[in-house]
């Protein structure tokens, strides 16, 4: 363990007095909030900004020692297969890992191929060595159903990017195939009002790796990707547009966050661009406030929903906000919770 994780154990333990000798903090009081949340100790810090987009670290002690894959790196090293089925559907893929790792699938991940281009619609975590399985997917692209180039596969994307959240929250707890479809066009019109990106096709893949759009993805995650250095013990990210707190995410450890944090950041380059009127009227976020927007939806009911024989998620629902925890085999993998107010004030 580095010394920014060695202080941030300590700090999260220090009330309890466990561990708490010879712990130092790297930073002024203000800047640090901990957190009890499903279970376990976090500790929030930050803010780190790059125009009017803003990150918050997420710190724990605790941390899985599996090494996971993601899917844009599965699907480049040529250790993943996804392919349409054989009787194909809009919603249900097919996948395999080959590899001798677990996959992490994040949902937002974009695919690129078969008959329309899709996004997987939740996370879950596909075992090593998995042979074939179905995974639950929605179409991001309205107008195609027909092969290409690639005839039913899919490929990674030219832009990492996940997902914006708008169609990611369409997909994952709205699950509406339409809804998802609205998310693309508004996404798809505005790009093109700023002149970032054509409109020739129906597909959310052609704006977000449009070479404009690709080079403001770039740009963000290059500006904000040495905040995680020295930062061993940071397992989640929360990310904040305009003073407003749109998403945490907390993954197992420290190694699937370095290969989801720029994907996270990338995803919300766009939305950041097309905001960066409203940066004026911004208001201060704190480490405390984003403790409260992780663990609000404490006392609220939640719904368990089976994503496939090894991966559930624990779904609440809310006015504000919408949390998922996903569990594979029963441990949790992905802890998410999202602003449901979308950036143009729509529900």
């Known amino acids: 363990m580095g010394k920014s994780s060695a202080f941030r154990f300590c700090s999260l333990v220090l009330a309890t007095a466990v561990m708490a000798t010879g712990c130092q903090r790297s930073g002024p009081p203000d800047n640090i909030a901990g957190a009890e949340w499903d279970g376990g100790p976090y500790e929030v810090t930050g803010p780190h900004s790059h125009q009017n987009l ?3 670290l997420i710190h724990s002690p605790n941390q899985d020692d599996r090494e996971f894959i993601t899917l844009d790196q599965g699907l480049k090293e040529g250790w993943v297969k996804v392919s349409e089925k054989q009787h194909e559907q809009v919603g249900e893929l097919q996948i395999e890992n080959q590899s001798e790792y677990p996959l992490f699938l994040q949902e937002g991940d974009r695919l690129k191929g078969g008959k329309q281009d899709r996004i997987i619609i939740a996370s879950l975590v596909v075992p090593p060595q998995s042979g074939q399985m179905p995974v639950p997917a929605f179409c991001i692209e309205q107008g195609r159903w027909s092969e290409g180039v690639t005839g039913g596969n899919f490929n990674y994307t030219a832009n990492a990017a996940l997902a914006p959240k708008a169609t990611r929250r ?3 707890f709205v ?21 970032l990106a054509r409109m020739s096709t129906s597909s959310l893949n052609e ?3 449009s070479p404009q759009v690709q080079k403001i993805s770039d740009a963000f995650a290059q500006a904000l990707q040495a905040v ?18 749109e998403e945490v995410n907390i993954y197992p450890n420290h190694s699937l966050l370095k290969k ?3 994907r996270l950041l990338e995803s919300y380059a766009l939305q950041a661009t097309l905001e960066k009127d409203k940066a004026k009227e911004a208001k201060t976020v704190e480490p405390a406030d984003i403790v409260k927007f992780m663990t609000e939806d404490k006392s609220k009911p939640r719904r368990q929903q089976s994503i496939n024989a090894d991966n559930t998620a624990s779904m609440v629902f809310d006015s504000k906000e919408e949390a998922a925890t996903t569990y594979y085999k029963g441990g949790a993998v992905h802890r998410q919770v999202l602003s449901k107010q979308s950036p143009s004030g729509e529900k």
């Not at 509406?176 to 093109?192: H, I, L, N, T, Y």
């Not at 013990?233 to 305009?242: F, P, Q, S």
């Open 207 to 209: 704006t977000l790796d």
């Open 228 to 245: 995680l250095e020295d930062h061993e013990d940071a397992v989640g990210v929360a990310i904040v547009i305009n003073g407003k707190i």
């Open 260 to 262: 989801l944090y720029p």
């Open 175 to 195: 699950k509406s195939q339409e809804k998802v479809w609205e998310s693309v066009r508004d996404q798809k019109r505005a790009a093109e009002f700023q002149m």
């Open 54 to 56: 803003s990150v918050f």
């Open 170 to 172: 369409a997909a994952k």
